[in-house]
């Protein structure tokens, strides 16, 4: 059923020319919301309330189109949403628009890497991988406030484990629509976080602590927190359990900000000890001190070594760097 058939804008779609080498995301980071069938990527989001089911592909290596439709409400399972307003309309044109531009913004297909591969010329190490990774994008979410829930779900445990609950999460109060393989989920919006009990999320395997937080930032966003605007981050940094990692993967994640590191991360403080060759996991403060030459690209900078160096650096030896070269970052 089309958009105009129940009273939805027509379909949009748009075709771009990504400015940097480009590949197509197969997922969305293990929660279960993005599907990729036969070089199709899939996710349901909602603008405003209103659903919308946006559709991304590659038929040539510098053609992306990306299509939105507006989705029937009535074809939407909310059964979830306990206390959440039912979408009143369906989406109109400008809905399909801002749904057009957060994918956009998601797989990052419209990110040109001129500048960063300019500032890294001559270095030893990123110089390569960029090469070799070109398409190294941070996995960025549509919306900041999942880029938040999810990394107050990530906080002191692994990407696997964060990758369950967050899955719990969207089937038991996201949206969906279809049945079988063919479903697609979206992230349960602020508000519907908001009105859980900590002790239903802790449900989903989160801790005590983190089940709070994450309560607590659901009910700040759905309060009007701006967070798209990085002086969002004092207030959020207010409440208990969210400090300067979990503002900072919203930074690089939610907002797209390119210096945003967040240097607490596991994966960090593992590389930089390796890198470093100190036998040891690294600190905070030695990761900031590592990648503060990249600066404004830290963010960009870490991404890329994560992603270029995951074997390397899990299966191979300490890779040590010149003499006092880690001191000089």
Not at 134 to 155: G, H, I, S
Request: overall charge positive.
């Amino acid at each position: 059923m089309t958009g105009s058939d129940f009273g939805g804008a027509r379909p949009l779609t748009v075709e771009v020319t990504p400015p940097w080498p480009f590949k197509l995301p197969r997922g969305s980071g293990g929660d279960g919301t993005a599907s990729y069938r036969r070089g199709v990527l899939w996710r349901l989001l909602h603008v405003r309330e209103r659903p919308v089911i946006v559709r991304a592909w590659q038929p040539q290596r510098r053609l992306v189109v990306v299509r939105a439709d507006a989705l029937d409400p009535a074809g939407v399972d909310r059964r979830g949403l306990l206390g959440a307003p039912e979408a009143a309309e369906p989406a109109a044109a400008e809905d399909l628009e801002l749904a057009v531009e957060r994918m956009r913004f998601a797989i990052g297909v419209d990110d040109d890497l001129s500048d960063f591969r300019a500032s890294i010329r001559g270095d030893r190490l990123l110089e390569p991988l960029i090469r070799r990774h070109p398409d190294v994008r941070p996995r960025r979410r549509p919306w900041p406030w999942e880029a938040l829930a999810w990394a107050v779900t990530k906080q002191l445990i692994d990407s696997p484990r964060a990758a369950a609950i967050q899955r719990r999460i969207v089937r038991r109060w996201g949206p969906r629509t279809g049945e079988g393989r063919a479903a697609l989920r979206d992230v349960p919006g602020a508000a519907v976080i908001a009105g859980r009990a900590p002790a239903e999320l802790q449900a989903t395997d989160l801790s005590a602590g983190r089940a709070v937080a994450l309560r607590r930032v659901a009910v700040e966003t759905a309060a009007g927190c701006p967070l798209d605007d990085p002086s969002s981050d004092d207030r959020l940094q207010l409440i208990a359990g969210i400090g300067p990692w979990t503002v900072q993967c919203l930074g690089l994640f939610g907002r797209g900000d390119p210096d945003s590191l967040p240097a607490g991360d596991l994966g960090y403080v593992k590389l930089i000890g390796r890198l470093a060759g100190e036998g040891r996991r690294a600190t905070v403060e030695e990761v900031e001190r590592y990648y503060a030459p990249y600066t404004p690209f830290r963010g960009l900078a870490g991404e890329l070594m994560l992603r270029g160096l995951h074997h390397t650096v899990a299966q191979g030896p300490p890779m040590r760097l010149a003499p006092n070269a880690y001191e000089a970052a």
